[in-house]
T-cell receptor
């Protein structure tokens, strides 16, 4: 089946540094990718939607200058948390789908970010 | 705006007993409905989804769910659970049609614990 690889699976960084998370579709062309954030003991919240070659669309309340999303190819999207702070510590998950319509959604295994 | 409510945050059950995880949603437009399972520190695995057609949907691992439009519910059921079903379960919705497919609104999650 289709696989989405997310890397790294966990990362610890110091406050003020930037962290890049990669989401790759291994065997299909991901025209659309979604980024979610999951705080401890809470549900997943959609952060942004990215279409290949276009600027990402951010959900209300998500700072686009802090969470930089790049979707430059059909197999790779990246989320960069800039100037990370402890409150950014969370579980970040991407999902991807190919084409238009009701094509299957495939989730990565997530990245646990801890900012100290 | 949409919202999803999972009525039970935790459900303990004995092995081989039946289980129902409840999900209600609110939306001003037609929706698609999904159930996902998440094991610790992992991504999401799709159990089943309702897009159209029969309101009784069968998924993987013996799970099924019934879409009830009048009650705006999509409860997940399994007639006999196994220890390996211990995990967190998420109900999710997205707008039917348009370009919103894949932009999921998740419920708060239900932790299912199966005891021997």
């Amino acid at each position: 089946g289709a696989v989405v690889s997310q890397h790294p699976s966990w990362v610890i960084c110091k406050s003020g540094t930037s962290v890049k998370i990669e989401c790759r579709s291994l065997d299909f062309q991901a025209t659309t990718m979604f980024w979610y954030r999951q705080f401890p003991k809470q549900s997943l919240m959609l952060m942004a939607t990215s279409n290949e070659g276009s600027k990402a669309t951010y959900e209300q309340g998500v700072e686009k200058d802090k969470f930089l999303i790049n979707h430059a190819s059909l197999t790779l999207s990246t989320l960069t948390v800039t100037s990370a702070h402890p409150e950014d510590s969370s579980f970040y998950i991407c999902s991807a789908r190919m084409g238009q319509g009701r094509t299957p959604l495939h989730f990565g295994n997530g990245t646990r970010l801890t900012v100290t | 705006a949409q919202s999803v409510t999972q009525l039970d945050s935790q459900v303990p059950v004995f092995e081989e007993a039946p289980v129902e995880l409840r999900c209600n949603y609110s939306s001003s437009v037609s929706v698609y409905l999904f159930w996902y399972v998440q094991y610790p520190n992992q991504g999401l695995q799709l159990l089943l989804k309702y897009l159209s057609g029969s309101t009784l949907v069968k998924g993987i691992n013996g799970f099924e769910a019934e879409f009830n439009k009048s009650q705006t519910s999509f409860h997940l059921r399994k007639p006999s659970v196994h220890i390996s079903d211990t995990a967190e379960y998420f109900c999710a919705v997205c707008n039917a049609g348009g370009t919103s497919y894949g932009k999921l609104t998740f419920g708060q999650g239900t932790i299912l614990t199966v005891h021997p």
